[in-house]
């Protein structure tokens, strides 16, 4: 059960990561589906903290032992496990590879069943994008390692 004060400070994490969800561009046309459907599962949730794919819009929740992906487009909500997820970093900036598709990447997954996995991916084409992928993963080491 929740105290007067974490059910304020669960209150203002939702509302945070609503927050910045409306301030993603591809985020724009599902904000009623986070703001009605998504709120509505988080209501008591204490959030850790969260994360947002700018490219596709879909977004990650941090909770106290497990995270939940958010794919408006597909209208689909997935619960995983904290133990069920890992993260791989792939700096490719000092390999001179045409093969590589990213010269920076982070990707926090699962190994679950087909259709079920988590990958939930950021990728950086251009040096100044990498600061700000190392602080997400940051975050996200330190959720894991929590």
């Known amino acids: 059960m929740h105290t007067g004060t974490e059910s304020a400070s669960s209150q203002l ?8 969800v409306s301030n993603q561009k591809e985020c724009k046309e599902h904000l009623q ?9 988080l209501e008591g949730c204490s959030i850790k ?23 408006a487009k597909k209208g689909r909500l997935q619960h995983y496990p904290r133990g069920m997820v890992h993260c791989f970093v792939d700096d490719n900036r000092l390999k ?3 093969a590589a598709d990213a010269l920076f990447s982070v990707e926090l997954f ?11 991916l950021l990728s950086c084409q251009h040096e100044h994008e990498i600061p700000a992928a190392q602080q997400e993963v940051s975050r996200w080491l330190g959720w ?3």
């Open 49 to 71: 903290g969260h994360s947002i794919n700018p490219e596709n819009g879909s977004a990650v929740i941090f909770l106290k032992e497990s995270v939940v992906v958010c794919d």
């Open 96 to 98: 001179v590879s045409e």
């Open 13 to 20: 994490r939702v509302q945070e990561f609503l927050d910045a």
């Open 110 to 120: 699962s190994i679950s069943p087909r259709e079920e996995e988590l990958c939930h």
């Open 144 to 146: 894991l390692n929590g």
């Open 33 to 41: 589906w986070y703001n009605v459907d998504v709120a509505a599962m």
